[in-house]
């Protein structure tokens, strides 16, 4: 591409297209307007300047070394922020107070409270509990599931309080205590069948009358029940369901009954206050609760 000399008797030349006059500069023989800058853009930058100064002065915008400056309207986010949240606690704790005494039969009773205190419920849950069983409850590898219709301890509400308040395996001195021991003594072939037959428990595919039954009976049963149906509130799941806490494969089986497993849960009675531990026991026993009625 070439470019022509600019040909000062071009200069204010009326293009007869656009009828803009030209700048006399020719580009491979294309004449260059002179088009006048859009009104509607200069008043877009002024209206833009002028909002900026209003904006200067009436809100916090310059800094000056370790604070700023705090605008004619003396506007405070974080202080608006402090005080929402404090006018939040206060309604909250209108409600909340309900639930210092451990009446659950009442509290449950009360179907405008629970409805009111349910969505709350679930915030507390997502932010102290779901990181370990999971958004939904559901649990996961070395966490139980809360959602279904099995429990270590007890699904009954003043339970699962307790259970809350105190930890498993915590540090509390009155925790809940729970520990499937090593059964490294037993030989790795007759360890090996019994991990079979323990994951063949959830689809009702083990031989009762195989040794490995009566080995279950013998050593197991006290913890996990006869069958490994669980449910004697000792801290042994079930083993004939699917929502296995470490996993229910040969391997996985194997691999418990050879080291042990000891979980931990904390006690969070030195997190969460008598009102929020009664809520939350209420919210959990209501989700093994949705769960049971689903599967009728």
Same mark, same amino acid.
């Given at each position: ?15 007869? +297209? ?7 500069? +020719? ?7 002179? @088009?006048?800058?859009?009104?509607? +853009? *200069? ?6 300047? @002028?909002? $900026?100064?209003? =904006?200067?002065?009436?809100? #916090? ?19 608006? %922020? ?36 349910? #969505? ?11 990181? !370990? ?27 699962? =309080? ?5 930890? *498993?395996?915590?540090?509390? #001195?009155?925790?809940?205590?729970? &520990? ?15 991990? %079979? ?22 050593? !197991? $049963?006290? !913890?996990?029940? /006869? ?8 801290? %042994? #799941? ?9 996993? &229910?494969? *040969?391997?996985?089986? /194997? ?6 497993? &000891? ?13 929020? *531990? ?14 049971? &009625?689903?599967?009728?």
């Amino acid at each position: 591409m070439t470019r022509d000399r600019p040909n000062a008797h071009g200069a204010g030349e009326i293009d007869p +297209v656009t009828g803009y006059e030209t700048t006399g500069h +020719v580009w491979n023989g294309i004449r260059e307007l002179n @088009t006048p800058f859009p009104r509607i +853009v *200069i008043w877009a930058l002024a209206l833009t300047f @002028t909002y $900026a100064v209003i =904006a200067w002065v009436l809100l #916090p915008a310059w800094p000056l070394g370790r604070t700023h400056t705090k605008g004619v309207l003396g506007l405070d986010q974080g202080a608006a %922020a402090v005080a929402g949240y404090h006018e939040l606690a206060a309604r909250r704790q209108d409600w909340l107070t309900r639930f210092a005494t451990p009446d659950f039969a009442a509290l449950q009773a009360d179907t405008g409270l629970m409805r009111l205190a349910m #969505p709350a419920a679930a915030r507390l849950f997502a932010d102290n509990c779901a990181a !370990c069983h999971g958004p939904r409850a559901t649990g996961g590898p070395g966490f139980p599931d809360l959602a279904d219709s099995t429990w270590l301890w007890g699904g009954d509400p003043k339970t699962v =309080a307790e259970t809350v308040r105190l930890g *498993i395996n915590g540090t509390d #001195p009155d925790t809940r205590f729970a &520990q499937m021991p090593s059964f490294d003594w037993v030989d790795h072939s007759e360890r090996r069948k019994l991990a %079979a037959y323990v994951a063949a428990l959830p689809g009702g595919h083990s031989d009762p009358d195989s040794p490995e039954a009566a080995f279950f009976s013998e050593n !197991c $049963a006290a !913890c996990h029940g /006869e069958g490994g149906t669980g449910g004697l509130g000792s801290g %042994a #799941p079930s083993l004939t369901d699917r929502s296995v806490i470490y996993g &229910q494969d *040969i391997s996985t089986v /194997e691999r418990t009954l050879k080291t042990g497993r &000891q979980g931990v849960m904390p006690s969070w009675n030195r997190r969460l206050s008598e009102e929020q *531990i009664n809520l939350l026991a209420l919210y959990v026993s209501r989700l093994s609760a949705t769960a049971s &009625q689903g599967r009728e």
